[in-house]
């Protein structure tokens, strides 16, 4: 068993931490494959001190892929890997020194799927634990991760996943969407239809907020919106495909009762795309009504994402 664990890399800033944190696993056999996608930054000196390890391995894009193409670099990484299974982990991000050896446990009980998650702690950027990701059965199906992730809103980052690389690779790869906004959410869903997926039930993984981050931004609310609703039309297509005689009786609870928080997760998610693009323009509100009228979102819903976009402007 061996793990490619991969780092795209842009920032310098915390990189020595990320891989440092892949040198003390207690796991011993995995490879490392850091890609810096064409920084301005000195991205190679920061590497170069852990190059004498042939299990660590940088190499540098000819041209950049952006944060818009983000996903991209998630799949150049996936092109260099060897390992059974990637893990794609962002360059500020750490992972516990028992990280590898809880997958390489749960993968052992639960070998036949084609992804694994491991229980996160949010960090900020002193590296202080100041949130933590709600715990999950051992074991659960594509619906059960689907209906958690909408009704309790669970914090899921791409660095809290393994996947087995073939079948990543069957399927082209990590799923892209623009600034890789929900890319997570779709690829772990696909990777969980058929056989489901397993969590770990220790921390295993550190996702690091901080100001520099796509998730902190406000200046992509366009593209954040438009990416949503590429979300949204994958996820309907995926469960109008279904219908509960297919289905276990747990999954046709989820099923028969995932429409409400469905609706609630994204309104919630539109109305923070709304008001973070409403305060850079005011004026822009009808472009946003435009984009989610043909989901039928009620017009008093749009008067209260504006009145909250101008209370935050002018507050």
Sequence with gaps: ??????????KSRYLAEAIQSVICQTYADWELIVVDDCSPEDIESVVAPWLSDSRIRYYRNDHNCGAFNLVDNWNICLSYCTGDYVICMGDDDRMLPCCLDEYAKLIGKYPNLNVYHARTEIINENGEVVSLQEPRPEWESMLSLIWNRWAHRDLQFIGDFCYRRQHLTAEGGYYKLPLAWGSDDVTAARAARSQGIANTQAFCFQYR?????????????????????????????LLSALSTEQLSADDGKHFVTIEAPRRSYY?????????????????????????????????????????SSLYHLFA
């Design 1 to 10: 068993m061996k793990f490619s664990i991969t780092i795209p890399t842009f």
């Design 209 to 237: 907020q901080n100001n520099q981050t796509i998730s902190s931004s406000t200046s992509h609310a366009k593209t954040k919106l438009l990416a949503t609703l590429q979300q949204y039309d994958w996820f309907d297509h």
């Design 267 to 307: 309104t919630k998610s539109f109305g923070k795309d709304i008001i973070d693009g409403v305060r850079g323009n005011p004026l822009r509100l009808r472009w946003y009504y435009r984009q989610l009228k043909p989901l039928h979102f009620p017009t008093s819903t749009f008067l209260r994402w504006y009145l």
